[in-house]
């Protein structure tokens, strides 16, 4: 195929195409109708347990599990292929939505949510492979962009309808409900993973080690606690965290990653600052929308409604133009999010009316649109077959870690400036902090990062 021919018509629906399209597009829509539903009822649920100093660590926990899976994930699809973990995920996301809806206490939800975490990593990387192994670099595109698209019922009903289910039959049932969609999504998955050909492993190539991955699961968690319950024990087990996860981050990362060095680690950076920013801005919404606006739970999930139409639209865009330089794209991706910050912040205000939120998720979600499948495409361009587990974990981890960073953060915020009550200081402080970052990360895709394509 020509580097100006267009993909050819009916790419997603053709007969070797269709069932890995039609399981990849049920997986996606699962996901985000829990990450819709859950942000939303987040703050119902943490008050109803007696969690409000803990607001945070329901993500966290989230993140911290995915981290962990991401790593042994991708180790486990370069030596045996995709199959096994696009079965795993489900199942152990499965059995976290019923740990989740049952849960008597804080503790039990984290463990729910720890559970899911562990499915949703195992998966993102299982199809993030499938994608690779299925499609070409030309169609890659156009699967990113009908996944965005799946994006869009779950963002239009989601948040409306987890807010509806909380307000009037329990906050439990925005867990429970989604079981049988996991059930149709396992029943799909099986049939695309006996259709894989036999996966025969090459040598050579970085494997993520095991120990590295438990060490950065470890350190963002002994980091987020320490800074939240300050003391002077937790400054010694604050600074081993640290340690910990910096030295286990060389490992998982490739090299040159934490510097910005131009080409893949650039292309792994990038999408972790972009990412960790995002997630700042999506938890933290909701709780926006409620304790500065006094919104209910079902309006205040509106604006991730948003965000998911916005971030459909320019998936779909440049899926439409795909001679754009990707590079490009991802700068103007991290732009649009920091431009979304910045309104977040002013949204902190109270006499900011609050339909400003809309406009700050609009933007949000478009810059992601534009950046998350440029970056997606670049890793492939990058990735020698052998490593494309490796690098796709390591793009994960980078995701998970800089959420959990930046969510961490804002709890920290909370705990230190405001309360999940009145949290308006808070989140005016992250915003702000956020957009400098986001501002920031757009130079690592600046012309020369392209060098090594």
């Avoid at 968690?221 to 002077?232: E, G, I, K, R, Y």
């Avoid at 939120?357 to 670049?378: K, N, R, T």
């Avoid at 230190?416 to 400098?436: K, N």
Wanted: glycine share 12%.
């Amino acid at each position: 195929m020509t580097t100006r021919e267009q993909p050819r018509r009916g790419v997603l629906w053709t007969p070797e195409h269709r069932t890995t399209t039609a399981g990849l597009l049920l997986v996606v829509t699962l996901v985000a109708f829990e990450n819709l539903g859950v942000a939303t009822a987040m703050p119902t649920m943490v008050t109803e347990l007696g969690g409000g100093a803990l607001y945070s660590w329901p993500f966290t926990a989230f993140l911290v599990a995915s981290v962990a899976a991401t790593v042994l994930a991708g180790r486990f699809c370069d030596r045996r292929g995709p199959a096994g973990p696009l079965l795993a995920g489900p199942l152990t996301f499965l059995a976290g939505l019923l740990v989740a809806g049952g849960a008597p206490g804080m503790p039990v939800l984290l463990l729910g949510r720890f559970l899911q975490g562990l499915g949703t990593g195992t998966v993102l990387v299982a199809t993030a492979l499938l994608i690779a192994l299925v499609y070409t670099d030309r169609e890659r595109p156009v699967i990113y962009a009908a996944n965005a698209a799946a994006w869009v019922l779950p963002a239009v009903v989601g948040p409306p309808l987890a807010g509806l289910v909380t307000e009037r039959v329990g906050w439990r049932w925005v867990f429970l409900g989604l079981v049988p969609l996991v059930l149709v999504a396992l029943a799909l998955l099986t049939r695309v993973a006996r259709g894989l050909e036999r996966h025969v492993p090459r040598p050579g190539g970085r494997r993520a080690g095991v120990p590295a991955a438990m060490f950065v699961a470890a350190g963002v968690t002994a980091l987020t606690w320490a800074v939240q319950h300050p003391s002077a024990l937790a400054a010694g087990y604050g600074l081993a965290g640290l340690v910990a996860l910096a030295v286990s981050l060389r490992r998982l990362l490739p090299e040159g990653t934490l510097t910005g060095r131009p080409g893949l680690p650039a292309v792994v950076a990038s999408r972790a600052l972009v990412a960790g920013t995002f997630a700042g801005m999506e938890a933290y919404l909701p709780l926006t929308m409620t304790g500065v606006h006094g919104y209910g739970p079902a309006l205040a999930g509106l604006p991730l409604t948003v965000v998911a139409l916005g971030w459909c639209a320019t998936e779909v865009l440049q899926a439409r133009h795909l001679d754009w330089p990707r590079e490009s794209l991802v700068r103007a991706g991290f732009g649009l999010v920091a431009a979304g910050l910045v309104l977040l912040a002013v949204v902190t205000r109270p006499w900011c009316p609050g339909w400003v939120a809309f406009a700050a998720a609009l933007l949000g979600g478009a810059g992601m649109g534009l950046a998350m499948p440029s970056l997606s495409v670049l890793l492939l361009r990058h990735s020698p077959e052998h490593e494309r587990g490796f690098n796709t974990s390591a793009l994960q981890v980078g995701d998970w870690v800089a959420a959990a960073l930046a969510i961490g953060c804002g709890g920290v915020l909370l705990g230190v400036l405001a309360s999940a009550a009145r949290p308006g200081p808070a989140i005016l402080v992250l915003a702000c902090v956020l957009a400098a970052v986001a501002a920031l990360g757009s130079l690592l895709t600046r012309p020369r990062a392209a060098a090594g394509k």
